[in-house]
């Protein structure tokens, strides 16, 4: 079937480099999600999308982090200046929308960041 | 928001029956709560998911009580190929509110 489909599957970048991460959503799905899951396997909402336009933004830190979800483009999630901090997996979510797709979210399979 | 608490880690033999209950005492009206499998280096995948009473499926059941406080996951007739993490998900998406729980990570020896 249709999966998420996340890029690259792993990334390094020295401190202070830039990380982009991209997201190629179900066609369809009307929403995105950006999750952060670190070593203590907990999940971190992030920001997420309804269409290109930003739905909630809440979890971002918004002074290196940046995320778009453009039209008939992959959605990006952007990290400016890596910190050791930021090494984890960045999941993408999908949820289609409608009253046939309950309330379910697809994720991903996750791009893995190291900062070295 | 809801809080959303799970037992860190559960143990159990092949063939047994396993239940995990995900505790979320403030779920709003119009919260679902979603079921997740993650094996290592995997993403989270589907199991279940309910908004109350029971659910069934061909893998896992879905309790939830009348008060919606509180849900359980039951895996029956459990396999070494279930040892994993699962994670309790509570929230509407429309609602700008899905929140994960720690995840419990189920052993499952021979």
């Known amino acids: 079937g249709e999966e998420v489909a996340q890029t690259p599957k792993h990334l390094v970048r020295g401190e202070g480099q830039k990380a982009k991460l991209y997201c190629a959503p179900i066609?369809?799905?009307?929403?995105v999600f950006w999750y952060q899951q670190v070593l203590k396997n907990e999940f971190k909402f992030l920001i997420s999308f309804q269409n290109e336009n930003v739905f909630d933004e809440t979890g971002m830190p918004k002074e290196r982090f940046s995320a778009k979800c453009l039209p008939n483009s992959p959605c990006s999630l952007e990290i400016q200046a890596t910190k050791l901090e930021d090494s984890a997996v960045y999941f993408c979510?999908?949820?289609?929308?409608?009253?046939?797709?309950?309330?379910?979210?697809?994720f991903g399979e996750g791009s893995w960041l190291t900062v070295v | 928001l809801a809080k959303i608490t799970q037992p860190i880690s559960m143990d159990s033999y092949e063939g047994q029956e396993v239940n995990i209950t995900c505790s979320h005492n403030?779920?709003?009206?119009?919260?679902?709560i979603t079921w997740y499998q993650q094996f290592p280096s995997q993403g989270p995948r589907f199991i279940i998911q309910g908004y109350k009473t029971k659910v069934t499926n061909e893998v896992a059941s879905l309790f939830i009580p009348a008060d919606r406080k509180s849900s359980t996951l039951s895996l029956p007739r459990v396999s070494l190929s279930d040892t994993a993490v699962y994670y309790c998900?509570?929230?509407?998406?429309?609602?700008?509110?899905?929140?994960f729980g720690a995840g419990t990570r189920l052993t499952v020896k021979p």
């Open positions: 066609k369809g799905h009307s929403y």
């Open positions: 998900l509570v929230g509407g998406v429309e609602n700008n509110d899905m929140r």
């Open positions: 979510a999908n949820y289609f929308g409608g009253p046939l797709s309950g309330n379910t979210i697809y």
């Open positions: 403030n779920i709003a009206t119009n919260d679902y």
